[in-house]
Each structure stands twice: as structure tokens, then as C-alpha cells.
């Protein structure tokens, strides 16, 4: 505000005189029903939004149930299965590293057309992410190892592969991937291979 | 509730997580100047409900939309009454036009008369009260900020997103204006005695 001298400026100071009377004589605050409508309308907008989340979070938690389900349920049919495709995991040999078994830096190597020996020393990478070498998955372990592996060729979905440790990136999530999946005598993936 | 609730900031994010007292704060710290805001510049009070309304929804219905590296939260609040406020005014066909060139020739006659005097308390309000209104935007703008809510011209400036001397000049033209509108009324109520 400026500040008029009314001697001066009587005029000016009659304005501004008359300019205050008028903003002390109007409204100062909304109508209170402005703002009972306002809180009603905020409790109903969050109770919305509420709903709508939890909806998500469960239709979320759902998905990757089903997914996971679906998942498990084809691995296992697809193990049951002797037409399937099937190739002896390729032999690994006994590596040094197994002194230190948290070190986990040995590859399986390509594949060989032979069959696997009961029990491997050697932990197959968990770094390599390359096509065509296999990736220990979280469930291997070598100590754990008994009975004949099997490699099992199967097309999934990036996600697919990604539900069962392999490192694929996030953006190939809804691409069909052909990968060969070690399993163990039981259906436990221990490594996997992206082939295409 | 017992954390206290302080800054506008934090206010917001408690907004968004559907806090409904940090809502009400904030409804209670900006109502009152956006309210009057809308009321002066458009002269109609549902006007000034509405444009309240509207900016509180707005806000409650998207409170990250609000930058603090854009300006304060007051700014941001009356950007968005000045929009509503101003379609509202279109809308509804309100906004009075402004005076035509022939009702300012008079001024040369009246504008040395030091008619403000001659009026009375009351009809010099509802005078001062229309001829705000048919001030042009831009300078109604200026006398509702500066005058009527009493900013400084460097609060009025951020709000009106312009300089400080941009809102001292505009508010100086507005008074002339104002001064020439209400002895253009003066005169008129005279010839009309007559």
C-alpha cells in the first residue's frame, strides 16, 4: 500500500480512505457451506481412492499369484511329459572355486550332449547373462545335488523367466524367449539358458 | 492430530495422503483472500463461491500439480482463480463493459472537481464498488491485490506473475481511473438533479 499525504493529495487520500472502507465492508471468509461441501467431497474423493488401491494392490497380488501358479503347474506338466524335448545337462567339470562356495564365478559351459553326473562340485555362474551359457538360478545348489538333471527347452514370457531368477531384462517382460531350464530330479529350476 | 502441521509443502503431501486436517489448514489459510479475490474482480458473490470451490477441488484432486520451484503455493491458488474467476465471468455474461471513449471526455470537466468530498459515505462505496468493476482487468486486478487485500506491490507482482513496478504503475493508472470513473458518476448524478 502506498502512502498518501492527504494534505497533499486530498483526493488520493479519499481513495484509499474509501477503497479500505469497501474491502473491510465485504466478505471476509467464504460461506461456511463452501467449506462443509469441500471436506465432504475430499472424504468422498479419498474414500475412492482408497477403494481403487486396494482394488489394484489385489488385482496385482492376483496376477503374479496366477502367474506363478501357471508357472509351476507347466513346469511340472511339461516335466511329466517324454515327448518333450529333453537333453542330458551338459557336464560340468570340478572347478577350484568350490573352496569358496560363496564366490560362485564358475560357468556351466555350452552344452555337451552328455549325461550329468550325480553330483557336480563347481557352482555355475550367477554373473554371466550372456545367450548361450547357463545361469545358476537361486534354487542351485551344489551341495544339494543328487540324481540325473535334465535340460528342458521351453518358450515363456520374459516375465516368466524373470519369476524363476533369470536375468531378463525388464524390458523383454511380455517377448516369448525360447530357454533351456536345468531341472532337477524334482522340478527345481538350477539354471537357465536363453537359446532365442 | 498431533504432528504439527506447518509448511504448505507438507501440508500438500499430507493432502495427497488423504489427510483431511492438513486439507482444512489449508483451506482455512487460503480461502478467505481467493474468495474475496473472486468477489471483487468479478462483483457476484456465487462467482466468488464457485471460483473457491473450483480451486480447492483442483487442488484436492491433484496436489503434486502444485511446483514450489514455480512460485508459493498463494501464487499457484490465485493463478488458478484468476482463470476460473474469469471464465466464470464469461460465462455468466457478468463482466460489465467498460466505459466507451464519450463518458471519458467528460472527464477534462471532471476531473478538477474534488467530487470524492461531495459524496456521501455510502454512495461513495456503492460508486467506488462499480467503478472497480469497470475497471479493465489488469487494473482491476492491481486495486483488488493492492488495495482491497492490502499485498505490497512485490507479493501483488508474484502474483500477478509481472515486476513490481509493472503493478505500482498499473495501480496508479487504476486510480486515475478510478478518481475520473467516480466524477464521471458525480456528474452524472448531478444532471440528473437537474
Known amino acids: ?196 | 492430530m498431533a504432528e504439527r502441521l506447518s509448511d504448505d509443502q507438507e501440508l500438500l503431501r499430507q493432502l495427497a495422503n488423504g489427510n483431511e486436517d492438513a486439507f482444512r489448514t489449508l483451506y482455512e489459510r487460503y480461502q478467505g483472500r481467493i474468495y474475496r479475490f473472486a468477489l471483487h474482480m468479478s462483483g457476484n458473490s456465487a462467482i466468488g463461491e464457485e471460483t473457491t470451490q473450483e480451486v480447492f477441488l483442483a487442488l484436492m484432486g491433484k496436489p503434486k500439480g502444485y511446483d514450489p520451484a514455480k512460485g508459493s503455493l498463494a501464487g499457484y491458488l490465485f493463478g488458478m482463480a484468476r482463470n476460473i474467476t474469469r471464465r466464470a465471468m464469461q460465462e455468466t455474461a457478468d463482466d460489465i463493459p467498460l466505459d466507451d471513449d464519450a463518458d471519458w471526455d467528460e472527464l477534462a470537466v471532471a476531473d478538477g472537481l474534488d467530487v470524492l468530498e461531495e459524496l456521501s459515505n455510502g454512495e461513495l462505496l456503492a460508486a467506488l464498488r462499480q467503478a472497480v468493476l469497470t475497471l479493465p482487468e489488469p487494473y482491476r486486478e492491481v486495486v483488488v491485490l493492492c488495495d482491497l487485500e492490502e499485498l505490497s506491490y512485490q507479493e501483488a507482482a508474484e502474483l500477478l506473475e509481472c515486476s513490481p513496478g509493472t503493478v505500482a504503475s498499473r495501480l496508479s493508472r487504476a486510480r486515475t481511473l478510478l478518481k475520473k470513473k467516480l466524477s464521471v458518476e458525480k456528474v452524472r448524478e448531478q444532471k440528473c438533479a437537474t
Not at chain 1, 506363478?68 to 503347474?73: I, K
Not at chain 1, 534354487?139 to 514370457?157: C, F, H, I, K, N
Open chain 1, 1 to 196: 500500500m502506498r502512502d498518501i499525504d492527504p494534505i497533499r493529495n486530498p483526493s488520493e487520500a479519499l481513495l484509499s480512505a474509501a477503497l479500505n472502507r469497501l474491502a473491510k465492508g465485504s466478505a471476509r471468509q467464504a460461506p461456511a457451506s463452501v467449506g462443509a461441501q469441500l471436506v465432504q467431497e475430499f472424504r468422498r474423493d479419498h474414500v475412492h481412492r482408497r477403494r481403487t488401491r486396494k482394488a489394484v494392490i489385489a488385482l496385482v497380488a492376483c496376477l503374479v499369484l496366477a502367474t506363478a501358479t501357471l508357472l509351476t503347474l507347466k513346469l511340472s506338466v511339461d516335466d511329466a511329459q517324454p515327448a518333450m524335448v529333453k537333453q542330458p545337462l551338459p557336464a560340468v567339470a570340478p572347478n577350484a572355486s568350490t573352496a569358496n562356495p560363496s564366490a560362485a564365478t564358475q560357468t556351466i559351459p555350452t552344452p555337451v550332449q552328455t549325461p550329468l553326473p550325480g553330483r557336480r562340485g563347481g557352482r555355475p555362474t550367477a554373473t554371466s547373462t550372456a545367450q548361450g551359457e547357463f545361469m545358476a538360478l537361486g534354487a542351485y545348489d551344489p551341495a544339494m545335488v543328487s540324481g540325473d538333471l535334465q535340460v528342458v527347452r521351453l518358450e515363456l514370457t520374459g516375465a516368466d523367466l524373470r519369476l524363476v531368477g533369470a536375468p531378463v531384462p525388464e524390458d523383454l517382460a511380455d517377448r516369448h524367449l525360447l530357454a533351456d531350464i536345468v531341472l532337477a530330479g524334482d522340478g527345481t529350476p538350477y539354471a537357465v539358458r536363453i537359446v532365442r
